[in-house]
């Protein structure tokens, strides 16, 4: 999943930079207000983390205008106060959690977690399609009771698709939501992970059904059913 930090002082934005991308999120960073209200809107994010104090537009501004353009990417907002009117200033102005400064990174990374957590169908922090699981806390990846290892970023790519069993999904949507924006990665780089994916989760398991289909000309899909 790809996650933006909109956050004018670099160290802290670079340090959870660093601790999300342990963590498997690709992360694009903005530090003035302008610059990441015109990522926000223009690139596809699976959540915003969003200072409250910025030069330029600060974020409750961001977080209006984005609410305003039906741009509904979860945001957290940080807070350097922990003044009442600011957090609620803060929710009504469109963000979905706060966070008061300094904070724990565990804390920050729970919350993440609680915001983007499972598709329908799926429970607790498991994502399941048939007999694969992925547990989006531990990262452990199973087919029935066998454990499988998997890259960062083959385990990245298989929680995207697997947050989005039974549909359609491009590879452009798998570039934007697994990548972030400074990795050059052409289309022909999703069907190598792609391919790294199958011979890990598909092709050693002869006799359950393959679950990742190539739907041609439009991309990929994981599912039980043909
Ligand atoms: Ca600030």
């Given at each position: 999943?790809?996650?933006?930090?909109?956050?004018?002082?670099?160290?802290?934005?670079?340090?959870?930079?660093?601790?999300?991308?342990?963590?498997?999120?690709?992360?694009?960073?903005?530090?003035?207000?302008?610059?990441?209200?015109?990522?926000?809107?223009?690139?596809?994010?699976?959540?915003?983390?969003?200072?409250r104090l910025l030069p330029g537009l600060d974020g409750i501004d961001?977080?209006?205008?984005?609410?305003?353009?039906?741009?509904?990417?979860?945001?957290?907002?940080?807070?350097?106060?922990?003044?009442?009117?600011?957090?609620?200033?803060?929710?009504?102005?469109?963000?979905?959690?706060?966070?008061?400064?300094?904070?724990?990174?565990?804390?920050?990374?729970?919350?993440?977690?609680?915001?983007?957590?499972?598709?329908?169908?799926?429970?607790?922090?498991?994502?399941?399609?048939?007999?694969?699981?992925?547990?989006?806390?531990?990262?452990?990846?199973?087919?029935?009771?066998?454990?499988?290892?998997?890259?960062?970023?083959?385990?990245?790519?298989?929680?995207?698709?697997?947050?989005?069993?039974?549909?359609?999904?491009?590879?452009?949507?798998?570039?934007?939501?697994?990548?972030?924006?400074?990795?050059?990665?052409?289309?022909?780089?999703?069907e190598v992970y792609i391919g790294y994916l199958r011979s890990k989760i598909d092709?050693?398991?002869?006799?359950?059904?393959?679950?990742?289909?190539?739907?041609?000309?439009?991309?990929?899909?994981?599912?039980?059913?043909?």
């Open positions: 999943m790809r996650i933006l930090v909109i956050e004018d002082e670099h160290k802290i934005a670079n340090s959870i930079k660093k601790g999300l991308e342990q963590e498997l999120y690709a992360v694009d960073i903005a530090y003035t207000g302008d610059d990441g209200y015109d990522f926000a809107s223009t690139e596809e994010y699976d959540l915003i983390i969003l200072d961001i977080c209006k205008k984005l609410r305003e353009k039906q741009i509904h990417t979860p945001i957290i907002l940080l807070t350097a106060k922990g003044q009442v009117h600011d957090r609620v200033e803060g929710l009504n102005s469109g963000a979905d959690d706060y966070l008061v400064k300094p904070f724990a990174f565990e804390e920050l990374l729970a919350r993440i977690k609680a915001l983007t957590r499972r598709p329908k169908g799926n429970i607790g922090s498991v994502l399941a399609v048939s007999d694969l699981s992925l547990n989006t806390l531990t990262y452990e990846v199973k087919r029935g009771k066998i454990k499988i290892n998997l890259s960062r970023k083959e385990l990245s790519l298989l929680e995207y698709v697997m947050r989005h069993p039974n549909q359609i999904i491009t590879k452009d949507q798998i570039i934007n939501h697994v990548w972030n924006y400074e990795a050059d990665i052409l289309p022909n780089t999703v092709k050693p398991f002869k006799s359950s059904k393959p679950l990742i289909k190539t739907v041609r000309g439009f991309g990929y899909r994981i599912s039980e059913k043909k």
